[in-house]
C-alpha cells in the first residue's frame, strides 16, 4: 500500500521528504527518501530505518548517486532493519536532488509504514544540518 509520505522537512541548506513508492506490491514495498541540497555537500550520511514487521527482509538499495561514490550498508537491529548511505571521503555532491530507495520484502496484505524513519546528516563548507521524518 502507499504512502503519501509527509511534507518534507527543512533545515538550513538541507531537505528531505519520505515516502513509500507508488510501484510497492502486496508482499513487497521500497521506500524513498528525497534530498535535496542548495550548498555543496562534503559529508552526506542517510540513514533508514524500517520496523521488522512480519516476515520483512531486505532486496535492495540504490540512490541517484552513483553507487560509487557512496558507501552502502544493510543491517539489522533489534526491531529494525537499518540501510545506512554514507558519501565517500573527497566526494563532492553539488546541490540538486537525490533519491534514496531502499527496498524490502513483507508479509501479504499490505504494509504500515508508519514506524519507519529516516535521518540524513550533511555537511556543507562551513555548515552541519539534519533532518529526519517518517514515511
Known amino acids: 500500500m502507499a504512502s503519501p509520505g509527509n511534507s518534507g522537512v527543512e533545515r538550513g541548506f538541507l531537505w528531505a521528504s519520505g515516502a513509500v513508492d507508488p510501484q510497492s506490491i502486496d508482499n513487497w514495498a521500497q521506500s524513498n527518501v528525497t534530498v535535496r541540497n542548495s550548498e555543496t555537500l562534503t559529508a552526506l550520511e542517510v540513514r533508514v530505518r524500517i520496523a521488522l514487521t512480519p516476515y520483512v527482509t531486505s532486496t535492495g538499495m540504490w540512490s541517484t548517486i552513483p553507487a560509487e561514490h557512496l558507501v552502502t550498508t544493510v543491517e539489522q537491529q533489534p526491531g529494525v532493519l537499518v540501510y545506512t548511505f554514507t558519501l565517500k571521503p573527497a566526494v563532492r555532491i553539488t546541490p540538486g536532488s537525490y533519491i534514496f530507495a531502499v527496498q524490502y520484502g513483507h508479509a501479504v496484505g499490505g504494509r504500515d509504514p508508519s514506524r ?20
Open 116 to 135: 519507519d524513519s529516516y535521518q540524513a546528516i550533511a555537511t556543507a563548507e562551513v555548515a552541519r544540518a539534519e533532518v529526519d521524518g517518517g514515511f
